[in-house]
């Protein structure tokens, strides 16, 4: 999977960040402090079968 910023650091794009996740397997992924990262976070899957949950702390 992949996380996706929207937001510019010193007027440049933020990298996406890759994640893989292997079959049957569980994987915390985090956190994203709204103050480096933004309040929106776009995630982009590669498997229609992946289940995601999302929490705040």
Not at 22 to 42: D, I
């Amino acid at each position: 999977m992949t996380f996706r910023f929207p937001g510019l650091v010193d007027g440049q794009a933020v990298t996406p960040r890759a994640v893989s996740i292997a079959t049957s397997a569980s994987r915390y992924v985090g956190p994203f402090p709204t103050n480096q990262y933004g309040s929106q976070l776009q995630v982009d899957v590669d498997n229609a079968e992946l289940k995601l949950s999302a929490f705040g702390i």
